[in-house]
């Protein structure tokens, strides 16, 4: 199958019928035999048309008008103006040909005819959108409730920023095994790979540059694990101790329950929930591969954690919760699409219940740290106050991230502060 075949397979999966980008795109590049060009292309023209649907559809009003256009074709013009708009290289009647051969024969005459005109006469300018919210959220993609929502809870120019964000590349970070092996031998190993990377603020964290370290032995052997560095900074916030009790409560795949094992050198114990049975299955293969004992993954609701803990049993307790997932748009853009205002009321009383099961098990002096891969004030900023206002005995520990340069709250919503991380918060208190 030709690779604009295959990318628009997984366009109309992902549109049409609710799919997720990622996990798609990784399991057509494991099953066929695609060379670095190929899985480049397929890439770049699945995750522009998906990021831009809304954009192109804007350019491509033009010459559609209030036609009935069925989903398929849709997608095939949105991919091709994409490439039009967006990439250099391909010339126009390239790209007319390799959209009218994935047409049908009958719609064929009509593929054609819109790409020759959008070819002709350009597309409609910005510009002409006079409101500058709904210009940005036409411009780079958003619904434009979200926009509004984050223009609301910020201002125009950070709801500019968050959105622009969601439409970059996103960064691959790995995390180096500092139990298993010194940093200086990890690195040795990784150069003898010809692995290009850069070290990071976080001295476990490097980034890579293009290369897929999953694929390598070094992965297999448990020296280094794939993770994002913002979700790195939690466990680094968490600051667990050696041979402490710890408690992650919605753990799987398990990035952070084996990042907090690592730090304190597999003693002590790391409880590693989840309510999902398969998932726990990837907690207990992350922490065999990467050497770690002391984790305990166990199938359990998070909203019912006093059934099975006792009441202040745990030196820290770590609730990186379900959330809106509106910090990793760039990596999964249907995300943007796919939600509604009340997606993220339903997700706000789940994360409530889980939070006032968690606190519970902290103890005098311990630590609770709050997390989540969203940016949305009501899931982060006032899920803070939920918990201060309610449980008096606990406040708000800004050292952690002084150390961090994250500020002087105790909380922080990551942005744009450390490079090419995703869009994450963290929050940590301690208990009186
Ligand atoms: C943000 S992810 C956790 C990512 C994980 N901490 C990591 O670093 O790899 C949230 C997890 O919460 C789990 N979850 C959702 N509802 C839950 C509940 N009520 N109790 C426990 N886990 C839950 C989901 O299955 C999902 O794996």
């Keep these: 199958m030709k690779i ?3 990318a628009l397979q997984i366009i109309n999966q992902v549109l049409n019928e609710g799919a997720y980008s990622n996990l798609l795109l990784n399991e057509t590049i494991n099953q066929n035999d695609f060379n670095q060009n190929d899985i480049g292309l397929l890439t770049e023209l699945l995750y522009g048309t998906i990021q831009y649907k809304m954009t192109l559809d804007y350019y491509l009003s033009n010459y559609i008008g209030d036609k009935k256009v069925s989903k398929n074709i849709r997608n095939i013009l949105r991919m091709a103006v994409y490439q039009k708009v967006y990439l250099d290289k391909i010339p126009d009647h390239a790209i007319i040909n390799e959209a009218v051969n994935l047409t049908k024969k009958k719609y064929k005459g009509f593929v054609n005819a819109v790409l020759r005109n959008v070819m002709r006469q350009g597309i409609r300018p910005l510009t002409e959108i006079e409101d500058k919210v709904i210009r940005l959220s036409i411009e780079t993609s958003h619904p434009l409730w979200l926009v509004k929502m984050w223009t609301k809870q910020y201002d125009f120019d950070t709801a500019k920023k968050i959105c622009m964000i969601n439409n970059i590349k996103p960064y691959q970070f790995a995390r180096l095994n500092l139990f298993k ?3 200086e031998n990890i690195i040795k190993r990784i150069e003898e790979l010809k692995i290009n990377y850069h070290l990071t603020s976080i001295d476990e964290g490097i980034y890579l540059q293009n290369d897929n370290i999953a694929n390598t032995h070094l992965y297999h052997k448990g020296y280094v694990n794939v993770q994002d560095l913002s979700s790195m900074y939690v466990s680094k916030i968490l ?15 398990g990035g952070k329950s084996t990042h907090i094992a690592e730090m304190m050198g597999d003693t002590g114990e790391v409880i590693a929930c989840d309510i999902h049975e398969h998932k726990i299955k990837l907690i207990e293969n992350h922490s065999k591969r990467l050497g770690l004992k002391c984790i305990k993954p166990m199938l359990i609701d998070a909203r019912k954690l006093t059934t099975k803990f006792l009441e202040e049993s745990f030196d820290r307790v770590l609730v990186d919760a379900p959330c809106s997932g509106l910090g990793v748009i760039r990596r999964k853009p249907e995300i943007k699409y796919n939600k509604k205002p009340s997606d993220l009321d339903e997700i706000i009383k789940m994360q409530k219940e889980i939070i006032d099961e968690a606190i519970k098990l902290v103890k005098k002096g311990g630590v609770l740290v709050y997390s989540t891969c969203t940016i949305n004030k009501k899931e ?5 106050d939920y918990i201060l206002d309610k449980n008096q005995r606990f406040e708000l520990n800004p050292l952690p ?10 909380y922080c919503q990551i942005i744009d502060q450390i490079m090419g991380a995703d869009i994450f918060f963290i929050a940590c208190m301690v208990k009186k």
């Excluded at 982060?380 to 803070?384: A, L, S, W």
Aim: glycine share 8%.
């Design 380 to 384: 982060n900023e006032k899920m803070i």
């Design 401 to 410: 991230f002084q150390k961090l340069n994250l500020g002087n709250e105790g």
């Design 181 to 183: 092996d010194k940093k």
């Design 4 to 6: 604009r075949e295959v």
């Design 239 to 253: 600051s667990p101790k050696k041979g402490e009790r710890i408690i992650d409560v919605c753990s799987a795949p």
